[in-house]
């Protein structure tokens, strides 16, 4: 039986002090020119809730990871010793690196064994993070605890006015739900709507914390909003609909801040946002339902039944600012330094529907690790022994995702980052103006991005593309290219 539903207990008493993952900056490299991380994947225990231990997975730690700091020009060695009992990988999200480096499925570490990755940090400032990418398992290996954030900093990045002393004024907030049941563990997928729909908690932790508090020290707060949940889209704002400063979307700054009072945010998105507390109240940032009318909103017999639960408000974390705050800057007029790519720059345009069956396939094993599920892009599942696209490494290419499915799938893609070029036609927000790495793709809905694929030809070792719902992930909504 589950608990009773702990979502409704989470409220202003019983407050427990965010924690913040350690800042991993790295040891002084024997083997690499530059900064080593050793990181160490095993099983541990943690007491979320009051009176109940849960047994976990953690990198460093018994849960998620400690935040990896890196920096812009530097060679970086990652070092992953898996002490799990079963095969794991860890996968850099957002990063440009090398498909070797990459952490996909191809990466896999055995129990007891190392894998290193070995690369150049390319990309200018922006926030990332890091999970499990093990096939068939990312759901279940994420769920458990196999996460944790990246930040990349540049030279630039700390002259910009936005607060950037983390656990201070740079506070990272890894947000995922989890359902626990009544011995206190982890509910991972209990039937075919947990596949189906992905896996959703009525329990939230931030950063393994449940219901945390923060006490701004600072007039200004910059968060680093990641949606680390399986499957939930969270629509992030504050309780009294203050506004805030949205300065960067997934893999880098935007060009200006954009005022908002509300950021949508579905599994793997990273936003910055820096928000005020000089008026010194106490308030809220919590998670709203996507309304119906949303264009990420479910739709048909789903979408009725999800409505009939009823439109429910998450917890995400209660600030209460100290009596006296430090000042803080003003964030400067520009940011980032994006050129938009134009569409004529495109060398070839890829077509790619997502598609769902609502058949009861979960009893179908996977044979021999391939696909089987019912989930699809252009109506194969994932198998690891086929290369869905070539792709001549320096081309740019405009990709266009159809969803011809009931629900939103969020799209991601390894190797690089791209920049939306439209909704259904539409020009993409403000908000969606910088560099991605997923996108939202609505019900009926066709987003195109632009993209380059720059660096590290290599026919052998491909990257992934994906729905980063992971229950999708791992039912086969998944497919690879080589940049070659
Ligand atoms: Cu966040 Cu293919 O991953
Ligand atoms: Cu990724
Ligand atoms: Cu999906």
Redesign the pocket.
């Given at each position: 039986t589950a608990l009773p539903s702990a979502l409704f207990s989470q409220s202003r008493s019983n407050l427990n002090e965010l924690l913040i993952p350690e800042l991993y900056v790295g040891d002084e490299g024997e083997e690499s020119d530059g900064a080593m991380y050793r990181l160490r994947v095993a099983a541990g225990q943690r007491s979320f809730l009051p009176q109940l231990t849960t047994s976990t997975y953690g990198i460093n730690g018994d849960y998620l990871g400690p935040t990896l700091l890196l920096k812009q020009g530097t060679n970086v060695a990652i070092n992953v010793t898996n002490e799990l009992d079963e095969t794991t990988t860890l996968h850099w999200h957002g990063l440009h690196v090398p498909a070797a480096a990459d952490g996909g499925p191809h990466q896999s570490i055995e129990p007891n064994q190392s894998w290193q990755a070995d690369f150049e940090v390319k990309q200018a400032a922006g926030t990332f993070w890091y999970h499990s990418h093990m096939l068939g398992k990312t759901g279940e290996q994420v769920y458990r605890g196999l996460a944790g954030m990246i930040i990349i900093e540049d030279e630039r990045s700390p002259q910009l006015g936005i607060p950037h002393r983390y656990g201070f004024d740079d506070i990272p907030l890894v947000i995922q739900d989890r359902r626990f049941n009544a011995s206190g563990n982890f509910s991972y997928i209990r039937n075919h709507m947990d596949v189906m729909m992905g896996v959703q908690g009525d329990t939230m932790l931030v950063n393994g914390t449940y219901n945390p508090v923060f006490s701004p020290k600072t007039k200004k707060v910059r968060f680093r909003l990641l949606n680390g949940a399986n499957a939930r889209t969270f629509v992030l704002k504050f309780d009294d609909n203050r506004e805030f400063e949205l300065v960067s979307c997934d893999g880098s700054l935007l060009n200006t801040a954009v005022k908002q009072r509300e950021v949508i945010l579905s599994p793997s998105e990273r936003a910055d946002i820096v928000a005020d507390f000089s008026d010194g109240n106490p308030v809220n940032l919590i998670s709203e339902p996507l309304p119906a009318d949303s264009p990420f909103a479910m739709r048909g017999m789903m979408g009725n039944m999800m409505g009939r639960r009823g439109p429910q408000s998450l917890q995400i974390l209660a600030l209460e600012p100290e009596s006296l705050l430090e000042n803080s800057e003003q964030v400067s007029a520009s940011l980032g330094e994006i050129v938009r790519i134009q569409e004529d720059e495109a060398d070839r345009v890829r077509q790619l529907r997502l598609s769902m069956t609502m058949g009861m396939r979960m009893g179908r094993r996977r044979r021999g690790g391939m696909g089987g599920g019912n989930?699809f892009i252009n109506d194969e599942t994932m198998q690891m022994d086929v290369i869905n696209q070539r792709i001549p490494v320096g081309s740019t290419e405009i990709w266009e995702i159809e969803n011809t499915s009931m629900m939103m799938?969020p799209f991601h893609i390894h190797h690089n980052q791209f920049q939306i070029l439209s909704r259904n036609g539409r020009a993409p927000e403000a908000h969606e103006m910088g560099f991605k790495d997923t996108v939202k793709v609505g019900p009926d809905e066709v987003v195109r991005f632009i993209m380059r694929f720059e660096n590290f030809s290599d026919s052998e070792n491909p990257y992934m593309y994906h729905?980063h719902?992971l229950e999708?992930e791992d039912d086969g909504?998944m497919g690879q290219f080589v940049v070659e």
């Open positions: 989930f799938h729905c719902i999708h909504m």
